[in-house]
């Protein structure tokens, strides 16, 4: 059952990255005074790197228990270890190297010279197989259930890796697979599928800038997921679009928030 998007619009893209960035300090410390822990699954990009370099230097960063934080990734660039185009190179020097994590719940996925060679769907297969490790019987299915997971959305309409037309937004079984030929380099990837965001209590998307307007309202005016995999990506409680001005100026009056200017 999917949960009706709703709408978040900010005045530019670093009041989004800020607001996003506080929005997340106040899930995790939830779900950690609630839970014990809490789990969240990062996205790649120029609006996921701003976010977490926001909550970098949030002043109320440390209210997370960094120990008791689990992070996954919805996509990786299939790439040696330590690339710099690497999403997870690329948060660790956005927040991740500036934090006290638990280094066992930073869950990256396989490195194209890690322990399974070159072989993209190995790799996938592992980071599946990490995944169903941490999944407890009351997750209801192979993955764990993440407090929030976030994606950036690509001014094509997808999400982590999952691009429009390609064959892995079209998977309806397997939590994680192989990407090849991605119209963003590079064109070898690792993502979660579309079940395995589902699994989310929260899904965010985050648009900001220009280049995400049409993207945006294509995808949140009745587009279908193969079309418009970012159609596709909603949580089991809650589906957020968090959006700028410049991101939100395509959608129909109709949808926006009234709350926004
Ligand atoms: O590996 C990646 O590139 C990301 O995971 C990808 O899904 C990204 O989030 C979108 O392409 C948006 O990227 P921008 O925010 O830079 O537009």
């Not at 948060?91 to 190297?97: I, N, T």
């Not at 010279?113 to 297969?125: C, Q």
């Not at 929260?202 to 945006?216: C, F, H, N, S, T």
């Not at 418009?228 to 700028?244: E, I, Q, S």
Request: net charge negative.
């Amino acid at each position: 059952m999917s949960t009706a998007p709703q709408l978040v619009v900010h005045r530019d893209k670093e009041l989004m990255a800020q607001a996003a960035a506080a929005r997340l300090i106040t899930k995790i410390v939830d779900a950690q005074t609630s839970r014990g822990a809490a789990s969240v699954v990062l996205t790649g990009g120029r609006n996921g790197n701003g976010l977490l370099a926001a909550l970098a230097a949030a002043p109320a960063r440390d209210a997370v228990d960094w120990g008791r934080l689990d992070l996954w990734w919805g996509d990786e660039r299939f790439l040696p270890e330590g690339d710099p185009e690497r999403n997870v190179t690329q948060a660790r020097e956005a927040l991740l190297d500036a934090v006290p994590l638990d280094p066992k719940r930073v869950h990256a996925m396989p490195a194209s010279d890690g322990p399974y060679g070159e072989d993209v769907e190995a790799a996938a297969a592992a980071y599946a197989e990490e995944l169903a490790r941490a999944a407890h019987p009351e997750n209801h299915g192979p993955v764990p259930t993440f407090d929030v997971l976030m994606l950036g959305v690509g001014p094509d309409t997808h999400v982590a890796s999952l691009f429009p037309e390609l064959p892995a937004v079209r998977e309806t079984e397997r939590t994680v697979v192989g990407v090849h030929g991605a119209p963003k380099p590079p064109p070898t990837r690792i993502t979660l599928t579309l079940p395995a965001i589902r699994a989310a209590r929260e899904v965010w998307l985050l648009a900001a800038g220009e280049d995400k307007a049409r993207a945006a309202a294509i995808a949140l005016s009745g587009a279908g997921e193969i079309q418009a995999p970012a159609a596709g990506a909603y949580g089991r409680a809650r589906t957020l679009w968090l959006l700028d001005a410049a991101a939100a100026s395509q959608l129909p009056r109709s949808l926006y928030p009234p709350a926004s200017p």
